[in-house]
């Protein structure tokens, strides 16, 4: 499954689930732009950090049943 093609509904379905942790998300997210941002030299600024920290508290939301909405985490 290639997760940083994923839809927004079908990473809602998965998040529902609990079947796609929203970290391992960012994870695939920020190695697809490892992966092409050198051909396409797009980002400027990229916050890692803060975007897997944000993805850390998305999926203890999600595992409470607490989400902030329907894209949380998305």
């Not at 499954?1 to 990473?11: C, F, G, P």
């Not at 030299?41 to 975007?51: F, G, M, Q």
Request: net charge negative.
């Amino acid at each position: 499954m290639d997760i940083a093609a994923l839809t927004a509904s079908e990473l809602l379905r998965h998040n529902r689930a609990r079947s796609l942790p929203p970290v391992e998300v960012t994870k695939a997210v920020l190695s697809r732009i490892d992966a092409l941002e050198p051909a396409h030299n797009a980002i400027s600024v990229r916050a890692d950090a803060e975007a897997l920290a944000e993805a850390r508290a998305s999926e203890a939301r999600w595992m409470d049943g607490a989400p902030l909405g329907l894209v949380d985490g998305i």
